[in-house]
């Protein structure tokens, strides 16, 4: 048997016994955060935490669990498209979109204003200039996957709140794949940032038209085989290739196709039917492998005083920017304090887009390895903290209003 062959099968052993350590260990955390009063994501982060380099050390980040794990977000997302309320979901989009405008803009501002109070005020065009900017840019991105779990869990995914949330996570999203390719723009005078803009619209217009045929072809095998498990299969395979088109042909991130994916069918009669087929994989497999993974990228090994000040502060700004900047425009349109305070906490949460830009600025030189460490820390930080902190304020709604009753 040739060597390179048998390294292949050994490597795929390995791979059985990884995932298997995180499939246990995330259901075990899973549960006892729910033990906790707290949602089952905190519990499989923390997981991914004890089990990875930064503990146990057990598991590494192989690209295989990053490759799943990119599946399951997908496949969450997809979901998330499919529970949405179109109607409520037009109704919300204008709204959406002034609140994705102020989660980009603040905390790209502060963001900057962060970085030069560490290194120093830097003048316009300068290298330290677009390392400024791009820590702030950094900050723009809000990963919805994991508020949109905690609210799945809360039941308040279908609400005007969480609906007002998710779209405009989705916006804030693209805006801000926007801004990444403005700022990499500069500091590269080969690429256009101009393209992106029309990339963007030709996505969202090719999806419209598209949607509607394919809305309509689905309607009618709905139709024709109901409850059929033929259905979920076309339908997630429409996900998937909606996913692939969107990062493929636009340059628009794959969730963002996977979530147009759900919405394009979330109003079949079938739906609901569809959702619950699509759970079954997502709940048992590609679920926690993704939340678990985010607790397998974290190291401190580069960690020095300055930088764990940095690290605190970015933290601190990013989370704030969120809940200031969307939580202030959720005021000016009608919401109440305490809905207004949900939507910014809800839009604080950093994940895989963000570690997509911090990548995309590495490559550009934007960034130095040294600062994923806070990329990292933000994106544990706001992931643990976001689920709970929704859980409390809900909490205290719903005991308000029982005593009100």
């Not at 549960?31 to 997981?47: N, T």
């Not at 460490?373 to 929704?390: D, E, F, R």
């Amino acid at each position: 048997m040739s060597p390179f062959l048998l390294e292949d099968i050994m490597e795929s052993y390995e791979v059985l016994r990884d995932l298997a350590i995180i499939l246990l260990f995330a259901k075990f955390f899973g549960v006892l955060a729910r033990k906790c009063k707290a949602p089952q994501v905190v519990g499989q982060i923390i997981a991914g935490l004890i089990v990875g380099p930064c503990v146990l050390g057990w598991i590494n980040q192989t690209a295989f669990i990053t490759q799943i794990a990119e599946i399951g977000v997908i496949i969450l997302m997809f979901e998330v498209g499919l529970e949405s309320d179109l109607k409520e979901l037009i109704k919300t989009g204008p709204i959406a979109f002034m609140i994705a405008c102020a989660g980009v803009f603040v905390p790209l501002v502060l963001g900057s204003l962060l970085y030069m109070g560490f290194y120093g005020v830097a003048p316009w065009g300068s290298e330290n200039f677009y390392k400024a900017v791009f820590i702030g840019t950094i900050m723009t991105a809000t990963s919805v996957s994991i508020t949109v779990a905690a609210l799945q869990e809360l039941g308040k995914i279908k609400t005007k709140v969480g609906t007002t949330i998710v779209s405009a996570a989705i916006i804030d999203d693209v805006i801000g794949i926007i801004v990444l390719t403005f700022v990499i723009g500069f500091k590269n005078p080969d690429s256009n940032p101009g393209m992106v803009v029309v990339k963007t619209v030709a996505f969202f217009a090719v999806a419209i038209v598209g949607g509607f045929v394919v809305y309509k072809v689905f309607a009618t095998l709905d139709k024709r085989y109901p409850h059929t498990r033929r259905i979920p299969i076309v339908s997630l395979a429409f996900c998937f290739a909606l996913s692939y088109i969107a990062e493929k042909y636009f340059g628009i991130a794959d969730i963002t196709g996977a979530y147009i994916a759900g919405v394009v069918l979330c109003s079949l009669s079938d739906n609901e039917y569809i959702e619950r087929k699509v759970d079954v994989s997502s709940y048992m497999f590609f679920g926690p492998i993704f939340f678990t993974s985010i607790g397998l990228k974290t190291s401190f090994d580069a960690m020095n005083g300055k930088l764990f000040a940095f690290c605190i502060c970015f933290v601190i700004v990013a989370l704030g920017a969120k809940i200031i900047g969307c939580g202030l425009v959720g005021r000016i349109f009608k919401f109440n304090f305490s809905d207004s305070i949900k939507i910014g906490v809800g839009m604080m949460t950093r994940g895989e887009v963000a570690l997509i830009v911090a990548q995309k600025g590495l490559a550009a030189g934007l960034l130095t390895a040294d600062y994923f460490t806070a990329v990292i820390l933000l994106i544990i930080v706001s992931s643990i903290a976001t689920p709970v902190i929704l859980k409390m304020l809900y909490s205290r709604d719903d005991k308000k209003s029982g005593a009100t009753a």
